[in-house]
């Protein structure tokens, strides 16, 4: 009896260590039973039946990145160019990924890798260049929508690097000088425009008023000399101009002064 007992216990011991199994966190069990898809279980722990259950596959959940590259792939308008991109995917339904798939790991690599090519000829050099979110969005739902079947899902696309032909880059760079050059005359030529037409303004107030070109007139002399300290010679002609229009501001300060409140 005694040794009956300890064959069925160390049965029950071998049963019971085959049976209890641990999914961490991140992990789930894909679990079939005589063959067929049973359920998936964890994470912790869990029971499997020796010989009626098998554990097909440990679907790890976690957020994973692949790299993928495509070299002299042709944009739509015909520019060889390289593309260095990165996938951040996870699998969202661990049934399909075990199950419809043999490796899903390198099923997204080849399909983020055709993706990238087909969006590369589908789209201009300056698009791709001057917004690469909206490429990153499409290339990210082309492959979420390939890889569905699959259960696996990708959270995003970043596209890292775009290489051009060294001449393409030197005939961009010649653009790029000629659009700021363009710019700069464009402003220049708006700022000549508008001292033309301030110079156009004085010179219809100088037209109509001459005491206000001979005051002009005397306002730059002192700016021309007023730094120097040399001796200004005036023209009598000019000074007697200068004296009346400093006695017409004079009688007109006098005349504002006398027409104020009373004290």
Do not use: C
């Amino acid at each position: 009896m005694d040794i009956v007992f300890i064959i069925i216990a160390l049965a029950v011991a071998f049963i019971l260590i085959r049976s209890i199994r641990i999914a961490y966190e991140w992990q789930r069990a894909v679990v079939l039973r005589l063959g067929r898809f049973h359920r998936v279980k964890g994470p912790g722990l869990y029971l499997v039946l020796p010989i009626i259950d098998s554990v097909a596959q440990l679907i790890d959940l976690r957020i994973r990145t692949t790299t993928i590259t495509a070299e002299q792939a042709l944009t739509r308008d015909t520019v060889a160019v390289g593309v260095d991109a990165i996938v951040f995917w996870y699998v969202e339904d661990a049934e399909a990924a075990a199950v419809r798939i043999a490796d899903y790991q390198q099923a997204i690599e080849q399909v983020a890798q055709t993706t990238l090519r087909e969006m590369i000829g589908s789209i201009d050099l300056s698009k791709l260049l001057s917004d690469r979110k909206a490429a990153d969005e499409q290339l990210r739902q082309t492959i979420s929508a390939k890889t569905a079947t699959w259960g696996v899902t990708a959270r995003s696309v970043e596209i890292k690097d775009v290489a051009i032909p060294r001449e393409l880059q030197d005939a961009m760079s010649r653009q790029a000088q000629a659009e700021r050059e363009k710019d700069a005359r464009v402003t220049l030529a708006s700022a000549e425009r508008a001292i033309a037409e301030q110079v156009l303004q004085a010179a219809r107030l100088y037209g109509s008023d001459p005491n206000a070109l001979k005051l002009r007139q005397m306002n730059l002399l002192y700016e021309m000399n007023k730094e120097r300290g040399t001796t200004v010679l005036i023209p009598t002609e000019m000074a007697s101009s200068l004296g009346t229009v400093v006695a017409l501001t004079q009688a007109a300060t006098q005349g504002a002064t006398q027409s104020g409140p009373p004290s």
